[in-house]
């Protein structure tokens, strides 16, 4: 079975310059999270989705990044402008199941690493 | 709303030894428990969760954790550790409460030393 998939893998851009980063869940999960990891902050939570609806987009760090989710099988995140601090590993994550049957199980993906210069 | 504590940031360990990384979670209610492993240049690996039931629970790679209630504790063990083992290791909890998310720990650095 295919796991989530992320693109591009790796992105190296100059401040200023909109990225966009890409998100396959598992078919069949409901839920979708995108998480931000640096050395100095660990693991952050950015928002996510059930059933492509936000739920909670409060870990958002400032209006230069954006979330959507147009469908069950495809998520963006947009970051405009980039920053230099901005430069993190943005992992994807999906779940089976959304509401009180959640059992918050994750499944990552290989992750973007992206560098602003 | 739950939150993870994990005792240790790094912990540098020989070939062989054995390893327990602390974890505590603070919520009052029910809650799912997991422990993620993380690889050098990779993404976060499901390594072990505990749900219900026999609260010794048994993962991958000769792990095993074991939930403590009356400690609010997950702690995570391995009798003799490799050098493969080598990897960052994150506890999460997951509170049984609508729309909750898990909630990760700040993560343990585990380098094994040949």
């Known amino acids: 079975d295919a796991g989530v998939i992320q693109s591009p893998r790796h992105e190296v851009t100059e401040m200023g310059q909109e990225v966009t980063l890409r998100c396959k869940p598992i078919?069949?999960?409901?839920?979708l999270f995108w998480y931000r990891q640096t050395m100095m902050r660990g693991l952050e939570l950015l928002i996510y989705f059930n059933n492509n609806v936000p739920i909670d987009d409060s870990g958002m760090p400032e209006d230069r990044f954006s979330a959507k989710m147009p469908n069950a099988s495809f998520s963006t995140l947009k970051i405009q402008p980039s920053e230099p601090r901005d430069s993190a590993v943005y992992f994807c994550?999906?779940?089976?199941?959304?509401?009180?049957?959640?059992?918050?199980?994750?499944?990552f993906g290989e992750g973007s690493r992206l560098t602003v210069l | 709303a739950q939150s993870v504590s994990q005792h240790n940031h790094h912990v540098i360990l020989s070939e062989a030894a054995s390893l327990e990384l602390g974890c505590n979670y603070s919520?009052?209610?029910?809650?799912?428990l997991f422990w993620y492993v993380q690889y050098p240049g990779q993404h976060l690996q499901l390594l072990l969760k505990?749900?219900?039931?026999?609260?010794l629970v048994k993962g991958i790679k000769g792990f095993e954790a074991e939930f403590i209630k009356s400690k609010f504790s997950f702690n995570l063990r391995k009798p003799s550790v490799q050098w493969s083992d080598t990897a960052e290791y994150f506890c999460a909890v997951n509170a049984h409460s609508g729309y909750s998310t898990l909630t990760f720990g700040k993560g343990t650095m585990l380098l094994v030393s040949p």
């Open positions: 078919s069949g999960h409901n839920s």
């Open positions: 919520y009052g209610g029910t809650v799912n």
């Open positions: 505990y749900f219900s039931g026999d609260p």
């Open positions: 994550a999906s779940s089976p199941r959304a509401g009180t049957s959640n059992t918050g199980e994750l499944f």
